[in-house]
């Protein structure tokens, strides 16, 4: 198995990378969302092929199909592409959800967050079968407080790649202190 964490150590921090692990759902995830996205698209062009015969569609339909692409399209990128990126730069860290070249998150000044650990991550029961990679283990985030709010990422951690974050944060959230 490929390791998920990666660490990048920068001139004035660390940019440390996780990858969603990709077991049994997130295919599942991934066909579910290509197929609502290939019908979609079928639609839509099903209905732009009747607009250009010159036949009488109503708008309200032309419209209202391209939401849906673009909702399958950003879904289908988000559950394919999408990487946690943490940050640890002077004196801010920040936690960002990335897609290509687009990310969003939050920035917190590294003087005010506290409490870094490894909190357990409780899900649903596990519907999928037992033998999906993993699904036998506790699965972890890593979390942190920030005026009295307690924010959390990596999800999907295992426990030995938590603490392997937490340590590494530790060391660094330490030297920009």
């Not at 049994?24 to 579910?32: A, K, Q, R």
């Not at 209905?47 to 032309?62: F, N, R, S, Y």
């Not at 419209?63 to 592409?81: E, K, N, S």
């Amino acid at each position: 198995m490929a390791q998920r964490v990666s660490y990048a150590p920068q001139a004035d921090g660390l940019v440390i990378t996780i990858k969603p692990r990709r077991g049994f759902s997130w295919w599942l995830g991934l066909l579910i969302i290509s197929t609502f996205l290939g019908g979609w698209c079928w639609i839509l062009a099903a209905v732009v092929e009747a607009v250009a015969k010159g036949e009488d569609v109503p708008l309200l339909l032309v419209w209202g199909m391209l939401p849906g692409v673009f909702l399958g399209i950003y879904l289908w990128l988000l559950v394919a592409l999408r990487q946690q990126v943490v940050r640890v730069d002077g004196q801010f860290l920040s936690v960002k959800i990335a897609i290509l070249w687009f990310s969003m998150g939050k920035t917190f000044p590294i003087g005010e967050v506290s409490n870094l650990h490894a909190s357990e991550f409780h899900r649903l029961p596990n519907w999928w079968p037992s033998w999906e990679e993993g699904s036998e283990e506790t699965e972890v985030r890593v979390a942190f407080d920030f005026n009295n709010r307690t924010y959390k990422f990596g999800i999907g951690l295992q426990v030995p790649e938590a603490k392997e974050v937490v340590d590494c944060l530790k060391s660094y959230l330490l030297q920009a202190s």
